[in-house]
């Protein structure tokens, strides 16, 4: 089974324009979350989707939006990029059976770098 | 809100040796999962171990066991026979609510060989 694929793996965007990046879960798995990755500041939670709803959203500004798409596959995207989005963008999926949580399987993230 | 305290921002261990990393964590429900990831320098999570909150024993993975305590709201990993492949990241993790996980700051482990 293919792993949790994020694209691209490194970008370089500048400020004020906007990025979108891609996820695609493991065949099967229905939620998909979002998190961003800085030194400062650790692991920080975006949002997940489920079936194509957002059901769960982190403390970030409206820049920060997404979308899940029928087959699972997930966007993520960031509008008006300020330097201070510069992180690895970790996307992660489960396979939500029910109630019943296991483990989130991560993607190898995307770096994104804003000059 | 739930938060996850990783007290040791970095930790050695003698290869062969054993380490424990410390994680505690705040909640007010019963029911949740505690989880450790381990992160490379590839920035690849990866599952180490995990624990539902409603099972009393401690959960192992060959090497790697973890130290719950309940009441204590604490979650703490050992490594047992350290390898050089596991120097790495590990992150501490909470998870109540499927698809939204509260991540510790990380300890940084260096193994000597």
């Known amino acids: 089974k293919a792993g949790v694929t994020q694209t691209p793996r490194y970008l370089i965007k500048t400020r004020g324009q906007q990025v979108t990046l891609s996820c695609s879960p493991i065949s099967g798995h229905r939620s998909v979350s979002w998190y961003q990755q800085t030194p400062g500041q650790g692991l920080q939670f975006l949002f997940e989707y489920f079936s194509e709803t957002q059901r769960n959203k982190g403390n970030f500004p409206g820049r920060f939006s997404g979308r899940q798409f029928s087959n699972s596959r997930s966007e993520m995207n960031v509008s008006t990029l300020e330097l201070g989005d510069s992180a690895l963008y970790l996307c992660a999926s489960s396979p939500d059976v029910g109630q019943t949580f296991t483990e989130a399987f991560f993607g190898q993230g995307t770096r994104l770098t804003v000059v | 809100a739930q938060t996850v305290t990783q007290s040791q921002p970095e930790m050695s261990v003698q290869e062969a040796e054993t380490v424990t990393l410390s994680c505690t964590y705040d909640?007010?429900?019963?029911?949740?999962?505690l989880f450790w990831y381990k992160q490379p320098p590839s920035r690849q999570m990866i599952l180490v171990i995990r624990?539902?909150?409603?099972?009393?024993q401690n959960a192992t993975e060959n090497r790697f066991s973890v130290n719950f305590q309940k009441a204590a709201k604490s979650f703490s990993l050992k490594i047992s026979d350290s390898q050089l492949g596991d120097a790495a990241m590990y992150f501490c993790?909470?998870?109540?609510?499927?698809?939204?996980?509260?991540f510790g700051d990380g300890t940084t482990l260096t193994v000597k060989p």
């Open positions: 624990q539902e909150a409603y099972k009393q």
């Open positions: 909640t007010s429900e019963s029911d949740y999962y």
């Open positions: 993790a909470y998870n109540t609510n499927a698809g939204k996980s509260t």
